[in-house]
T-cell receptor, first 114, second 118 residues
């Protein structure tokens, strides 16, 4: 069965510093990959997605992610973090064969220090 | 992007009562919607897939008689928590894939419903 792992439960970063969130997946082929952000008490907002093609994907709010097939990874990055980026981030995959149901990683909580 | 709404955003009920949560796709039609449950500081767990005009598909371990799902139209799915108990207290989130254009496999999420059962 497919799975998604986010190794870091918490990350603390200073405002203005760069941020990288790790995501590894387990699946025999290339799934569809997503990053979502969740602010406290809110639903999930899509940051970016990868279906195929260019392995460097640009998203909203200045985020980007790079798909690396050899490492089964889809890490999220932002060059300069803003205080408003403090939130929970979820990596997820979906499989067309499974009716596009999403499988989520455990999430990474990002804290931003002033 | 596509917009999904949920109502209510927050509900408090007494143990033994039933609670209905609505999920609507506002600017697109959704033949399929998904219902998730999220415990504090945890990830989302898929409960069921709601299919317009047919029965919902439940994930393993989810009680279908406890969590009734009705997908009566192309823009509305409802989740009813029957005979709610304190252990049903959770954050319930729905999502729907927007199949317009090229974004056929992207799901959009509602803002969630916080259920507290006393």
């Amino acid at each position: 069965a497919q799975s998604v792992t986010q190794p870091d439960i918490h990350i603390t970063v200073s405002e203005g510093a760069s941020l990288e969130l790790r995501c590894n997946y387990s699946y025999g082929a290339t799934p569809y990959l997503f990053w979502y952000v969740q602010s406290p008490g809110q639903g999930l907002q899509l940051l970016l997605k990868y279906f195929s093609g260019d392995t460097l994907v640009q998203g909203i709010k200045g985020f980007e992610a790079e798909f690396k097939r050899s490492q089964s990874s889809f890490n999220l990055r932002k060059p300069s973090v803003h205080w408003s980026d403090a939130a929970e981030y979820f990596c997820a995959l979906s499989l067309k064969a499974a009716g596009n149901k999403l499988t989520f990683g455990g999430g990474t909580r990002v804290l931003v220090k002033p | 992007g596509a917009v999904v709404s949920q109502h209510p955003s927050r509900v408090i009920c007494k143990s033994g009562t039933s609670v209905k949560i609505e999920c609507r796709s506002l600017d697109f039609q959704a033949t399929t919607m998904f219902w998730y449950r999220q415990f504090p500081k945890q990830s989302l767990m898929l409960m069921a897939t709601s299919n317009e005009g047919s029965k919902a598909t439940y994930e393993q371990g989810v009680e279908k008689d406890k969590f009734l799902i009705n997908h009566a139209s192309l823009t509305l799915s409802t989740l009813t928590v029957t005979s709610a108990h304190p252990e049903d207290s959770s954050f319930y989130i729905c999502s729907a894939p927007d199949r317009r254009g090229a974004s056929t496999d992207t799901q959009y999420f509602g803002p969630g419903t916080r259920l507290t059962v006393l």
